[in-house]
């Protein structure tokens, strides 16, 4: 399965996990898992998402994310999971 | 979810508030099959051979850039040795070359080729001899070609004719280029033991036992390392230790991740992680940084050498079992300009050059991006190539001497060169004659290694 994770940082206002998510779908994009806390009123979202069967190539989505963005105030990153297991898993 | 928040969140924070990046990836390509009867045939070879190997270089390293979201800030080429292509054509065909390599570079959208090389440790051919007297005009002419002469090995001892030769060329170099700043020197290295598969400029090449094509991967990582240590404050020396090869272990995984999925991509063997720490010239980026946070008030202050020994082996030792194959320079890099806290201990009286020399016996890799007044005689840079020399051959590791003369500066002056290349305060040099010493010539021999004290 092709994972990616997607992070979602910035300041905490109305909808933005439904902005999210509503794109994710539109891509089928698959959420796996979400983990989503506010810390001194930062918005902070850690998402796995299954990019297997999505209908754009990954730097169409890159860039949609990072658009989207933009319109809801806050940063959003797609990384592949390689990154985060390789540094942390032996 | 397998990947906890916490670790994906300290990988995202390294990456954005420590600058950990991939500092290079740089692809080693033979030029050996280049060879032609006539010399702009094998220009032309030399282009085209470049041009499409390399073609996917630059485009791949950026889908890996955004699909990982890790910066990597360098793509680079080195090439077989130039003059082991340049048989039969004068220093200034040899000095054509360079404006091919440069072009070519230019093409695949790279920011540095390096292998304008000659390696003459035990004596020069007529190639080398026409390629090195080319060096300053082809570094004149070019800006992105990145030169190499390896004048010593620990088995064949250190060429002095080199070394001389040398002296006299970093000169004629710096005058070529006063305009500038003689940024032509920041883009000459002087080698002892030089590795075949060293992905860092200057000194890259692709040497000669190294295959058709290759990826090397130099990671970066001081500002990752300062902030590990920044928590482990008063704790005692094993900790100290503990703490940066656990840190090490992290920044080279990053190395290998990229240096396995690049070599897949552009269908070229992996060939080696190189472990240096590489500063750069932004605040946060530093080594000297991290020596300081051991708790040195200013870097080159005593005690220095010893926690840059104790920086560099554990470096090493977390590194290692994080990567496959593990090559290059491998070690702590203390380039003057190119990092912010060297500047300032220069600045503030705590570094001199000899301090720097002694801290080269513990670490990589030489004498590296050091501006010196522009009145040094020749014979003084020689014989401070001489001394950083003789620390590689005789201790069996490889060092390096990058300096500049900076044309019509004085101690105090300072150079800028801009970008990855920073800028340097110029420093002092002891005021004797070594002309004597240099003038006499010839090849002092291999050292002995037993009996070793």
């Known amino acids: 399965m092709n994972k990616a994770v997607i992070t979602i940082i910035g300041a905490d206002r109305v909808g933005i996990i439904a902005a999210v998510s509503t794109y994710l779908a539109k891509v089928n994009i698959n959420i796996l898992d979400i983990n989503q806390t506010i810390m001194e009123e930062i918005f902070t979202m850690v998402t796995m998402v299954d990019i297997n069967e999505a209908t754009k190539p990954f730097d169409e989505i890159y860039n949609d994310l990072n658009e989207l963005g933009k319109e809801l105030g806050v940063v959003i990153q797609i990384q592949r999971t390689e990154i985060f297991r390789s540094m942390h898993k032996i | 979810m397998l990947i906890s928040v916490d670790e994906i969140k300290q990988t995202i924070h390294m990456i954005q508030s420590e600058h950990l990046d991939i500092r290079t990836v740089t692809m080693g390509i033979s030029l050996i099959d280049c060879i032609r009867g006539d010399f702009n045939a094998t220009k032309k070879a030399v282009y085209d051979k470049i041009c499409k190997v390399a073609e996917r270089l630059v485009p791949e390293c950026e889908a890996i850039e955004r699909e990982f979201g890790i910066p990597i800030v360098n793509k680079r080429i080195s090439i077989t040795p130039a003059a082991l292509i340049c048989g039969g054509a004068g220093p200034s065909q040899c000095a054509e070359l360079a404006v091919t390599l440069e072009e070519s570079a230019k093409t695949v959208g790279v920011n540095f080729i390096g292998g304008y090389s000659a390696l003459v440790h035990k004596g020069f051919t007529e190639a080398d001899r026409a390629l090195i007297e080319s060096i300053p005009e082809a570094l004149a002419a070019t800006t992105r070609v990145c030169s190499s002469v390896n004048v010593a090995t620990t088995k064949a001892g250190i060429n002095m004719n080199a070394v001389r030769e040398m002296g006299l060329l970093i000169k004629k170099a ?21 590795p075949e598969d060293n992905p860092f400029m200057a000194g890259a090449f692709h040497g000669i036992g190294e295959p058709e094509k290759v990826i ?33 272990f992290k920044i080279t995984r990053m190395g290998q991740l990229v240096a396995i999925e690049a070599s897949k991509r552009l269908g070229t063997e992996f060939g080696i992680v190189d472990l240096s720490l590489a500063p750069t010239p932004a605040v946060g980026d530093s080594v000297a940084r991290i020596i300081e946070e051991m708790g040195i008030s200013n870097c ?5 050498t010893a926690a840059l020994a104790l920086l560099n082996d554990a470096v090493k030792k977390g590194g290692i079992m994080a990567s496959s194959h593990v090559g290059g320079l491998s070690g702590a890099f203390i380039p003057v300009s190119e990092d912010e806290g060297m500047i300032a201990a220069v600045r503030s009286g705590s570094l001199s050059l000899e301090k720097l020399e002694a801290m080269t016996c513990v670490c990589s890799v030489g004498l590296d991006m050091i501006a010196v007044p522009g009145d040094t005689d020749a014979s003084a840079i020689s014989a401070i190539i001489a001394d950083e020399i003789a620390i590689g051959v005789v201790n069996n590791k490889t ?14 002056d300072t150079v800028t060169f801009g970008g990855l290349l ?29 009996l070793r004290n």
């Open chain 2, 216 to 248: 090397n991967v130099g990671v970066s990582g001081p500002g990752v390392v300062k902030c590990a240590i920044e928590k482990v404050r008063g704790e005692d020396f094993t900790v100290l230790a503990e703490t940066i090869k656990k840190t090490a």
């Open chain 2, 422 to 450: 920073g800028e340097a305060p110029v420093m002092s040099v002891r005021k004797a004659d070594s002309s004597l010493f240099i003038d006499r010539g010839g090849r002092i021999p291999a050292p002995i290694h037993s």
């Open chain 2, 174 to 194: 710096a005058e070529l280029t006063k305009d500038s700043g003689g940024s032509a020197c920041a883009r000459l290295v002087v080698f002892a033991n030089a």
């Open chain 2, 399 to 412: 060092t390096a001497v990058r300096i500049i003369p900076v044309p019509g500066m004085a101690e105090g």
């Open chain 2, 300 to 304: 080159g202050g005593p005690g220095t």
